[in-house]
Structure formats: C-alpha cells, structure tokens
C-alpha cells in the first residue's frame, strides 16, 4: 500500500468519524431519550390566547394525547406500528412519534383549550387567563 492510500483511507475514516459525531449531536436536538422527535412548532400570541402549531405528519387524530397543566402543554403522538408489515432500505423518518412540552407565558383557561389537527398540522388555541387584580393591603 502506497503512502497516498494511506493518506486517502485515513482522510476517509476521520470524514467518517466527524460526520458521525455531527449526526449525534444532532440527534440529541432532534430526538428525545425515548426515541420521540420534537415536533417543529410555532407559537403565536393573540390578544384572547395562544395558538400553537405543531408538525406531525402521518400521525393519526387518534394517535394524539395533549396535557395541560398550570402553563404546560405537553404533546405526545405515536406513530401507528409497522412491526413486520415493511422492508425498509432507508428510514430516515423514524422514531416512535413527536413530543413536545411546551410552556407558555401565562396561566391558561383550562375550559379554552381547543386541538385541531389537519395535513399534518396540529393546532391547540389557549385561552389567557384573566390577569388577577392587584391591589394594595394598608397595614393597620
């Protein structure tokens, strides 16, 4: 072996090697430790609320849970298992399903949440709660 085989089968293990750490890194911002992708959201603030928009393509409506508690949302869908039923070459959309806890800014109205979810696209309107009066307490 040359000394320019060398060079090239070493250029290649340690292109190997840093690409694999990127992938990794990567994959901590893209997965849970369950094996959940986050979700990609967007979160707009309105004058009644909050909406939140969520992308969770292939997920079935029935497939959706959605928790709130004090200011969290937290969403959790599962892909509907495919064990045995595919072949795959390559499967680059895997992953249990999408998760996401999401906090939002202030206390919401646990009657004025609302879930929608059409191509892919999960919606869930907050209602704000009323801020509470502020007053002041003379000390006698």
Same mark, same amino acid.
């Given at each position: 072996?040359? !000394? ?5 089968? $070493?250029?290649?293990e340690?292109? =190997?090697? $840093?690409?694999? #750490?990127?992938?990794?890194? #990567? ?5 849970? &430790?369950? /094996? ?5 959201? *967007?979160?707009?603030?309105?004058? &009644?609320?909050?909406?939140? %928009? ?6 079935? +409506? *029935? @497939?959706i849970?959605?928790?709130? &508690?004090?200011? $969290?949302?937290?969403? @959790? ?7 045995? =039923?595919? =072949?795959?070459?390559?499967? &680059? %959309?895997?992953?249990? /399903?999408?998760?996401?806890? !999401?906090?939002?800014?202030?206390? $919401?109205?646990?009657? /004025?949440? +609302? ?13 704000k709660?009323k ?10």
């Open positions: 072996m040359s !000394i320019f085989d060398e060079i090239s089968r $070493i250029s290649e340690v292109r =190997k090697e $840093i690409e694999r #750490a990127f992938r990794n890194v #990567a994959d901590r911002f893209l997965y849970t &430790e369950e /094996g959940y992708r986050r979700a990609l959201t *967007d979160i707009e603030d309105t004058d &009644e609320g909050y909406v939140i %928009r969520l992308e969770m393509p292939g997920i079935p +409506k *029935d @497939k849970d959605i928790r709130v &508690e004090g200011r $969290i949302v937290e969403v @959790k869908a599962e892909y509907p298992s495919e064990e045995g =039923k595919r =072949k795959y070459i390559v499967r &680059e %959309r895997g992953g249990r /399903g999408f998760y996401r806890r !999401i906090e939002v800014p202030s206390d $919401i109205v646990a009657e /004025g949440v +609302k879930a929608s979810y059409c191509d892919g696209i999960l919606s869930i309107t907050i209602r709660a801020p509470t009066t502020r007053w002041r307490i003379p000390v006698e």
